[in-house]
């Protein structure tokens, strides 16, 4: 796996400069930008990933649909488009909700999600994903606080909630 290059951007987005994933990651000072993309059906199920038990952050997690880093001058949704066909084997539009930071002991994330609907078949990386599955939005509420989802995926949800349902 090669060595991205991400952006380090200050609080108003602006880049301060780009420094490799294995500088970046651990160290909670330097915010990069990452995307993620909350992909329901036309039911209102949210897809939910499993990471993969090797993910440096939250292994063996539920978590969002699609996640990733911004890689160096990409904009935010050909990062978003790329991470669903990385991650899900998908390509369906996509619709801007909000953006956040999210931050814990490990790292530091300008966080730009998005959504879309899809309903079909998912071919879901196997190196990165131990499972995707469809969540109820009561099953997620549920899940909050047990240790099954991740952190970041927590903030997600509750940042979806309060920003797109009132």
Same mark, same amino acid.
């Given at each position: /796996?090669?060595?991205?290059?991400?952006?380090?951007? #200050?609080?108003?987005?602006? =880049?301060?400069?780009? &420094?490799?994933?294995?500088?970046?990651?651990?160290?909670?000072?330097? /915010?990069?930008?990452?995307?993620?993309?909350? =992909? !329901?059906?036309?039911?209102?199920?949210?897809?939910?990933?499993?990471?993969? /038990?090797?993910? @440096?952050?939250?292994?063996?997690?539920?978590?969002?649909?699609?996640?990733?880093?911004?890689? &160096?001058?990409?904009?935010?949704? #050909? %990062? &978003?488009?790329?991470? /669903?066909?990385?991650?899900?084997?998908?390509?369906?539009?996509?619709?801007?909700?909000?953006?956040?930071?999210?931050?814990?002991?490990? *790292?530091? *994330?300008?966080?730009?999600?998005?959504?879309?609907?899809? #309903?079909?078949?998912?071919? !879901?990386?196997?190196?990165?994903? @131990? &499972?995707?599955?469809?969540?109820?939005?009561? *099953?997620?509420?549920? %899940?909050?606080?047990?240790? %099954?989802?991740? #952190?970041?995926?927590?903030?997600?949800?509750?940042?979806?909630?309060?920003?797109?349902?009132?």
């Amino acid at each position: /796996m090669h060595d991205e290059l991400l952006e380090i951007v #200050d609080h108003e987005g602006n =880049v301060v400069r780009v &420094a490799p994933r294995s500088e970046v990651h651990g160290d909670p000072a330097l /915010m990069h930008r990452v995307v993620h993309v909350l =992909v !329901f059906d036309s039911k209102g199920h949210l897809f939910l990933q499993k990471r993969s /038990m090797s993910k @440096d952050v939250a292994p063996g997690k539920w978590d969002t649909s699609v996640g990733g880093h911004v890689e &160096a001058g990409e904009s935010l949704e #050909d %990062a &978003a488009q790329r991470e /669903m066909e990385e991650e899900l084997g998908i390509k369906p539009d996509i619709e801007f909700l909000y953006s956040y930071v999210h931050s814990n002991d490990y *790292e530091t *994330e300008q966080v730009h999600t998005f959504r879309c609907t899809h #309903d079909g078949a998912l071919t !879901f990386n196997k190196e990165e994903i @131990d &499972a995707v599955r469809p969540w109820s939005i009561d *099953e997620i509420r549920q %899940a909050i606080g047990n240790g %099954a989802l991740s #952190d970041n995926f927590e903030h997600e949800f509750n940042t979806y909630l309060s920003q797109s349902r009132g």
